[in-house]
Every structure is written in structure tokens, then in C-alpha cells.
């Protein structure tokens, strides 16, 4: 049998904040490894110029991002195992970096300017 697509059942909103968290944990820029072995501590969040804001090397849209800086959102993640926020830094689980939210292509786009 196949895995089945998002089984812990996130919207959409949170599956597309999953997808900049897991962006934002490959990036130094961004993170740094946590003390348990696998999770990624967030450092920082980025900020959105106009209506975009760059992670790295990929432009995202400020639309897709509005679940950054809602606390629901959080909360629902962390609920699932995704992440354990403690402000004003977050660590994505094992289970959070390995979930595929199916949006990295959808919301990630190349940069064409810096």
C-alpha cells in the first residue's frame, strides 16, 4: 500500500508554513541544528518586501505566508509533532522536516532578483 498524502490530516495554510519551515531549516542564514539529533532550531524568520520575501535562493509569495505569523497555525503544529515553538525560536521535529507537505514546488519559486 502507498503512503497516504498528509496524514495528519493539515490544511492548506498549515502544509504551506510547513513547506517555508523546512526551507528556512536548510538555510544557515535561518537555523541551526537543535540538541536533539535530526531537529533544526529556526533562528529567525524573514521579512517580506512588498508582496514577496526571499528564503535563500527561492522567492515566496507574502500570500502563501500568512501562517508565519498566525499563532493558530503554530499551535496546530506543534499539536501534530511538527514543530515545539518556544519564542522568539522554533525547532522542526524530525517529523516536521520529513513530512511532505506536497506545496514545495506550488510556493517555492527561483529568484530573478536578490
Same mark, same amino acid.
Given at each position: 500500500?502507498?503512503?497516504?498524502?498528509?496524514?495528519?490530516?493539515?490544511?492548506?495554510?498549515? $502544509? +504551506? &508554513?510547513?513547506? $517555508?519551515?523546512?526551507?528556512?531549516?536548510? $538555510?544557515?542564514?535561518?537555523?541551526?541544528?537543535?540538541?536533539?539529533?535530526?531537529?533544526? *532550531?529556526?533562528?529567525? !524568520?524573514?521579512?517580506?518586501?512588498?508582496?514577496?520575501?526571499?528564503?535563500?535562493?527561492? *522567492?515566496?509569495?507574502?500570500?502563501?505566508? &500568512?501562517? !508565519?505569523?498566525?499563532?493558530?497555525?503554530?499551535?496546530? $503544529?506543534?499539536? +501534530?509533532?511538527?514543530?515545539?515553538? &518556544?519564542?522568539?525560536?522554533?525547532?522542526?521535529?524530525?517529523?516536521?522536516?520529513?513530512?511532505?507537505?506536497?506545496?514545495?514546488? &506550488?510556493?517555492?519559486?527561483?529568484?530573478?532578483?536578490?
Amino acid at each position: 500500500m502507498a503512503p497516504r498524502h498528509n496524514p495528519l490530516g493539515l490544511n492548506a495554510l498549515q $502544509l +504551506k &508554513t510547513l513547506t $517555508l519551515l523546512q526551507q528556512l531549516a536548510r $538555510l544557515p542564514d535561518f537555523s541551526s541544528p537543535g540538541e536533539e539529533i535530526g531537529t533544526v *532550531v529556526l533562528t529567525r !524568520l524573514p521579512h517580506p518586501h512588498g508582496d514577496h520575501f526571499h528564503i535563500g535562493e527561492v *522567492v515566496v509569495a507574502s500570500r502563501d505566508a &500568512t501562517g !508565519l505569523r498566525n499563532p493558530s497555525v503554530w499551535a496546530a $503544529l506543534e499539536r +501534530k509533532g511538527l514543530v515545539r515553538s &518556544t519564542p522568539p525560536t522554533a525547532v522542526v521535529t524530525v517529523l516536521g522536516l520529513d513530512y511532505d507537505t506536497g506545496f514545495r514546488e &506550488t510556493i517555492l519559486h527561483s529568484a530573478d532578483h536578490r
